[in-house]
């Protein structure tokens, strides 16, 4: 999915499982705002309005770790061990690490760096780094695993022993 700058959905041959999404009905709508900031409890998350999901406002929040640390160890815990970084962020015990369709959804090809971008619809600390998706590169190839570079909007593959940033979602809607 390719989104324009006045938020125009476009899916381009798609070669990844873009099941997951909630179902674009127009691929011309336009979805303004694109982010909604939640309130009350939800203050610091963000609605992404075109995929239903929700999103940590801090893009930061975990810093940098292995993709095994992020799976097995700083997501679980925030939905289950108090004390820990964004144990029940905005009122909710259902995070976990995003695929690449989840996370890719985020980048909107029409603009340059991702993280500015980003931070400019009300994230923050968005860095033009690559995050962790949860998407294994193949199925018979277990050391490898996707990966979303906010900096120059690639999606591609690296060894799951390095270290890169992990930003959590959850569903809103299904």
């Known amino acids: ?15 990844l499982d873009f099941s997951l999404y909630t179902p ?11 982010f909604t900031q939640g ?5 610091d998350c963000m609605i992404d309005n075109l995929t239903g999901l929700m999103w ?11 993709l095994s640390e992020a799976l097995h160890t700083a997501v679980p815990a925030m939905n289950a061990t108090p004390g820990a970084t964004g144990y029940n962020l905005c ?25 500015v ?17 949860s998407t294994s590169y193949a199925p018979n190839y277990n050391n490898k695993s996707w990966v979303v570079n906010f900096g120059n909007s690639t999606v591609s593959q690296d ?14 809607r299904t």
Request: net charge neutral; proline share 5%.
């Open 117 to 133: 971008w980003l931070n400019n619809q009300g994230f923050n600390s968005v860095k033009a780094n690559i995050y962790w998706s």
């Open 91 to 115: 009122g909710y015990t259902d995070w976990h690490l995003p695929t690449v369709n989840e996370l890719s959804s985020l980048v909107n090809y029409s603009q340059g760096l991702q993280s």
């Open 24 to 34: 674009v009905t127009n691929l011309n709508a336009v979805v303004d705002p694109r």
């Open 1 to 15: 999915i390719k989104v324009s700058a006045s938020n125009n959905a476009q899916v381009e041959s798609p070669i």
């Open 56 to 66: 940590p406002k801090n893009g930061g929040l975990f810093g940098t770790m292995t």
């Open 159 to 172: 060894v799951n022993s390095l270290s890169y940033a992990v930003w959590p979602v959850r569903t809103v």
């Open 39 to 43: 309130t009350g409890v939800e203050q």
